[in-house]
């Protein structure tokens, strides 16, 4: 059996011949930055400090030609060649630990609705081993019967005793997934999900005041986060989230925010809207709006969800207020192309 060894602890870890890196890392419990799986994005960039591995396809743009032969690897494509190989990793420990993911796991569409114009909302329910997951965390659904690849979609709930993952998907006009899942899955539908995947978890022992920003579908992460984080009881810090939306419309699951602020004084729910004006939201782009109703944000631990270019965009602005990039989470939203 071939082995990872992690540096710089020794700790090892077995890896199947037909396994990703990455997919033996979380098979064993052990945390790495994801979000693509598919070579495109980069955050799953490691070193690799000894041994031969096959990188598989990744695009240049996520891993440069310089940076591999530096050793770097984006181990959600890499394949271990050599009996054993090292890879920088900075603990031996995972806090949280992480589930092992799962493949095939049969889920029920229980429930189908349309909170905007562009993104629907899908409940589903487990027929029998019901996916242990971490709040922030995605899964993968497609359908090889209806030519829709899989791809990932972040869970919109916490973990419940009902077995139930619901998910926010965005309609993508070219997307063969978006839809399949828009237009030809219905309630009563057999699917097959793998998961759980992903870092996004929140960091349980930061104890700072939580800012966290969130524009479409990428609300679905942020969700569970705020959600976990209040209702498990016990954060005395003041926890902001920011929405941006086109229009009032856009507004995913208001009630549901509203709630959290009725209920517990250190929760805040913000809208913004960049396409019309209302009353009862802020006008303007988040990365405009930030510096108006901040003057620095050192003590913040920030967690942003969505687009590549919003994700970029408010980077950019949180670290100019003085954001620590280690108190930094983001959430990247590939999208699906013609897939």
Not at 169 to 178: N, Q, R
Request: proline share 5%; glycine share 8%; net charge neutral.
């Amino acid at each position: 059996m071939k082995k990872i060894r992690l540096a710089p602890s020794g700790k090892e870890i077995e890896i199947e011949d037909d396994q990703t890196i990455l997919s033996a890392l979380e098979s064993a419990g052990y945390a790495i930055p994801n979000n693509c799986r598919a070579g495109a994005c980069g955050e799953c960039k490691t070193k690799i400090c000894s041994g031969e591995i096959d990188q598989g396809f990744v695009l240049d743009m996520a891993l440069p030609r310089s940076e591999r032969d530096k050793g770097q690897a984006l181990i959600c494509m890499a394949k271990q060649i050599s009996d054993v190989i090292e890879i920088e990793y900075a603990t031996d420990n995972a806090l949280p630990k992480l589930f092992p993911p799962q493949e095939d796991l049969d889920y029920i569409l229980i429930e189908k609705t349309h909170p905007t114009e562009k993104i629907v909302k899908l409940k589903f329910r487990s027929l029998d081993n019901s996916m242990r997951f971490w709040p922030g965390q995605y899964i993968l659904l497609g359908s090889s019967d209806k030519n829709a690849p899989k791809r990932c979609y972040s869970i919109v709930n916490t973990p419940n005793s009902e077995g139930e993952i619901i998910l926010y998907i965005s309609k993508v006009d070219d997307g063969k997934t978006s839809k399949w899942i828009h237009e030809e899955l219905f309630e009563g539908d057999l699917v097959k999900i793998d998961g759980p995947y992903g870092t996004f978890i929140g960091d349980p022992t930061a104890e700072m005041p939580v800012l966290c920003l969130a524009a479409g579908s990428g609300l679905a992460p942020i969700n569970s986060l705020a959600t976990a984080a209040m209702l498990r009881g016990g954060f005395k810090y003041p926890a902001t989230i920011i929405f941006s939306a086109k229009k009032k419309s856009d507004l995913i699951d208001l009630g549901h925010f509203r709630f959290l602020e009725k209920k517990f004084r250190n929760f805040s729910y913000i809208p913004t809207l960049t396409k019309e004006k209302n009353k009862d939201c802020l006008t303007g782009r988040i990365s405009s709006l930030l510096p108006e109703r901040y003057k620095e944000l050192s003590g913040f631990s920030i967690y942003i969800a969505g687009s590549t270019k919003f994700v970029t965009d408010c980077e950019k602005i949180v670290i100019s207020l003085g954001a620590q990039k280690k108190y930094i989470h983001s959430e990247k939203f590939i999208g699906q192309g013609h897939n």
